[in-house]
């Protein structure tokens, strides 16, 4: 998410490719976590991005065609304390994995910490 909006990231090319496959359904069923809105707004306003700019932006992400939602509940908070103890990931990043775990366990992304998973399939961006 992060890498679409900043024109100067170097996966900025690789993550419109993707979101406009998504948008024109030539890319399904992918699902973005609650737990990953969460963590882009608080990136976002960590930097001192005004709130309703943080507000246009993650609208934006929920009026993209053919996008699901993965919402954040309390089994995933399980799932995502055993993973943050077990394979020592950051709090976002056991929230996303357990999030990927209660629909595909596929994950777009480049984290390394994601490669050190058995149940994951990690796919890089810039190869979808």
Known sequence: MIALVS???KLYTASEK???AIDSNKLKNVHIPSSAYLEYE??????GIDGNKI????VFFQNINNI????????IIVTSIK?????QLSYFDSLHVASSMFLDSIIIGTDKDYQKLPHITLIDPRNV
């Not at 608080?42 to 930097?47: D, F, H, V």
């Not at 699901?68 to 089994?75: A, Q, R, V, W």
């Open 7 to 9: 024109v100067k990231d």
């Open 18 to 20: 993707i979101f406009k």
């Open 42 to 47: 608080l990136i976002l306003k960590s930097k």
């Open 55 to 58: 507000l246009k932006e993650i």
């Open 68 to 75: 699901g939602e993965i919402p954040l509940d309390s089994k």
């Open 83 to 87: 993973l943050r103890e077990k394979f």
